[in-house]
């Protein structure tokens, strides 16, 4: 049992930072790759999950090892919502398809929500996104309870549609509408105790 509450820090992930603390890599020419230590100052907080290096968003970091796991573990089904630019307009039968689980390499994904939504209010993306006139596009809002390696991406591309843009706006009970890319906040209490209980079900045997 904790001696102290935990650590929990809410971060809105700029596009082009890794989610790690350090990083060995450059970019081709020698540039130093962005990562957390870039924006964040806190001793001991680690990120509970990841989101890939082209996607942007929320993401939790934490000093508890324990809630650390539950958040990133998949087997605790943990919903985290992400909006979704994609290349074409996706049929309701491709949304079906999402929803019901696609087939990838590492095997059939989970049943995701999935639903067609106007362009929302978000941030310019830096750099910009490229657009082509000659491809139309279509914003998504998917919801899913597993957290495979880019897994909305390769979910996207297996129904036909690839994607242009990924945002993820909720882990759980937590949103933040109103946090600029590159600013973090502690949790409120009230946050941190809905998070735990959201991620206090046991994983299946």
Wanted: hydrophobic share 35%.
């Amino acid at each position: 049992m904790r001696a102290v509450p935990p650590r929990l820090i809410l971060f809105n992930k700029p596009y082009g930072v890794l989610s790690q603390f350090t990083d060995r890599g450059t970019e081709a020419g020698g540039t130093i790759r962005p990562t957390l230590s870039d924006y964040i100052d806190v001793p001991g907080v680690y990120p509970a999950g990841r989101l890939d290096r082209d996607s942007e968003g929320l993401l939790l970091l934490t000093d508890d090892g324990q809630l650390q796991a539950r958040i990133a573990d998949p087997r605790f089904k943990l919903p985290k919502c992400y909006l979704v630019q994609v290349e074409g307009e996706p049929s309701e039968e491709d949304l079906e398809q999402l929803r019901r689980g696609v087939r990838l390499n590492d095997g059939m994904t989970r049943p995701a929500g999935a639903e067609r939504i106007a362009a929302p209010a978000l941030w310019p993306r830096d750099p910009p996104i490229r657009f082509r006139k000659s491809v139309p596009d279509c914003w998504l809002k998917l919801t899913i309870r597993e957290g495979r390696n880019r897994q909305v991406r390769r979910m996207c591309e297996a129904v036909g549609h690839p994607v242009v843009r990924l945002v993820r706006t909720r882990i759980g009970p937590i949103t933040d509408r109103s946090l600029k890319p590159g600013e973090w906040r502690a949790l409120t209490q009230d946050e941190v105790r809905a998070l735990e209980r959201a991620a206090a079900g046991r994983a299946p045997r």
